[in-house]
C-alpha cells in the first residue's frame, strides 16, 4: 500500500502563499493521478485540483482558478500544492490522494496539513 504524509501548511495572513508538499512511500506504483482536497470545520471533503500522471489532465476547482498550482515530481514521489493569494475562505485541513486507473476511487489519504488564513 501506499503512504502519504503532507507537510507545509501553517497560518499565514490574506493575501500571503504557502507550498504544500505530498510524499508517497510504501508501493511503488504508477498513479493515473494525484490529488489534493480540503476540508473546513462542518464541510465535506472537496477536490481542489488534480494532475494526471504525466503532469498532463491537470484540473482546478473554480474557486482556486488563477491562483493555486499543482505540480508534481515523480523522481521524489512528491506532489505540491502552490497556494497563492490566499483568502480566509481556504482555511481547510489539505489531504493528498492517489487514483491508481480510472476505475478507482481516489485513495490513501494522508493525516492532513491545517492551512489557516487570517483576514
Known amino acids: 500500500q501506499v503512504q502519504l504524509v503532507e507537510s507545509g501548511g501553517g497560518l499565514v495572513q490574506a493575501g500571503g502563499s504557502l507550498r504544500l508538499s505530498c510524499a508517497a512511500s510504501?508501493?511503488?506504483?504508477?498513479?493515473?493521478?494525484m490529488g489534493w482536497f480540503r476540508q473546513a470545520p462542518g464541510k465535506e471533503r472537496a477536490l481542489v485540483a488534480s494532475?494526471?500522471?504525466?503532469?498532463?489532465?491537470?484540473y482546478y476547482a473554480d474557486s482556486v482558478k488563477g491562483r493555486f498550482t499543482i505540480s508534481r515530481d515523480n523522481a521524489q514521489n512528491t506532489v505540491y500544492l502552490q497556494l497563492n493569494t490566499l483568502k480566509p475562505e481556504d482555511t481547510a485541513v489539505y489531504y493528498c490522494?492517489?487514483?491508481?486507473?480510472?476505475?478507482?476511487?481516489?485513495?490513501?489519504w494522508g493525516q492532513g496539513t491545517q492551512v489557516t488564513v487570517s483576514s
Open positions: 490522494a492517489v487514483r491508481p486507473s480510472v476505475y478507482s476511487a481516489w485513495g490513501s
Open positions: 510504501g508501493r511503488t506504483f504508477s498513479p493515473y493521478a
Open positions: 494532475i494526471g500522471w504525466s503532469g498532463g489532465s491537470i
